[in-house]
């Protein structure tokens, strides 16, 4: 059984969106997966180099639509994905210089994080960006 199962609650009920936010579902599953296995750190710091560039890109798109339709709350929201951002290139660096064990937390914290703030975050966004044509 998956560790990060995508459901509807997680919808904002834009495709492209929608699709992006399943992808990091598959990564962070991917991630617990090589953890689980204890699978050698070369192989995990390409999937958190991947997750990272991933999100980077996820991000931008959201920020993208935020910033052409004029989105209310761009600010706070991008405040969010550079907190996150710069958290997830703090555990990069750590795990690259040998200064971080990954462990089960961390791949849960990943989870928690992204669950929350689709939940919570993008779910404001949602009707916005249908009104707006984007899908």
């Given at each position: ?29 991917d991630f617990y ?63 690259q210089n040998g ?37």
């Amino acid at each position: 059984m998956a560790f990060f199962i995508w459901n509807d609650d997680l919808s904002v009920k834009v495709r492209s969106i929608d699709n992006q936010h399943m992808k990091l579902i598959e990564m962070i599953n991917d991630f617990y997966e090589n953890i689980k296995n204890r699978s050698n750190d070369e192989s995990i710091k390409k999937l958190i180099t991947e997750m990272r560039k991933y999100a980077q890109s996820h991000f931008a798109l959201e920020e993208r639509y935020m910033k052409q339709h004029s989105y209310p709350d761009y600010e706070a929201h991008k405040k969010q994905h550079d907190l996150f951002m710069s958290k997830v290139v703090e555990l990069e660096e750590k795990f690259q210089n040998g200064k971080l064990l990954l462990t089960f937390e961390i791949t849960s914290y990943l989870k928690d994080w992204i669950k929350q703030h689709i939940q919570v975050v993008d779910k404001k966004y949602s009707q916005f960006f249908i009104d707006k044509g984007i899908v």
